[in-house]
Nanobody, 127 residues
Framework: QVQLVESGGGLVQAGDSLMLSCAASGRTGSIYVMAWFRQAPGKEREFVSAITWNRGIPYYGDSVKGRFTISRDNRKNTVYLQMNSLKPEDTAVYYC????????????????????WGQGTQVTVSS
């Protein structure tokens, strides 16, 4: 069994930066893709970013391109999300997700592509 634990959320002001971390433990095996999603109150969960584990190729949702950077540390089984120039509309619970099966560029933005999820970490951006 695999566990994902997010950390790094908090309350910041618009324009500030924040880094989230997600550590995978247990039977991590061969992770294929790790991703971040977010869910704001009253809204559906939204794809934020993903990274292929072996080659470290990043993908971003349109709303965060140019502001967020995803990275990973294979030795630590940890994925990071550096969030810069935060806006009030970035306020949400951020979830880490992982899949050990193959996904495509088309499917990696879908929640159904991921096997395991973390518990989420709250990010609040005040104006």
């Amino acid at each position: 069994q695999v566990q994902l634990v997010e950390s790094g959320g908090g309350l910041v002001q618009a324009g500030d930066s924040l880094m989230l971390s997600c550590a995978a433990s247990g039977r991590t095996g061969s992770i294929y893709v790790m991703a971040w999603f977010r869910q704001a109150p009253g809204k559906e969960r939204e794809f934020v970013s993903a990274i292929t584990w072996n080659r470290g190729i990043p993908y971003y949702g349109d709303s965060v391109k140019g502001r967020f950077t995803i990275s990973r540390d294979n030795r630590k089984n940890t994925v990071y999300l550096q969030m810069n120039s935060l806006k009030p509309e970035d306020t949400a619970v951020y979830y880490c997700a992982g899949t050990w099966g193959q996904v495509t560029i088309a499917t990696m933005t879908r929640q159904s592509a991921y096997d395991t999820w973390g518990q989420g970490t709250q990010v609040t951006v005040s104006s």
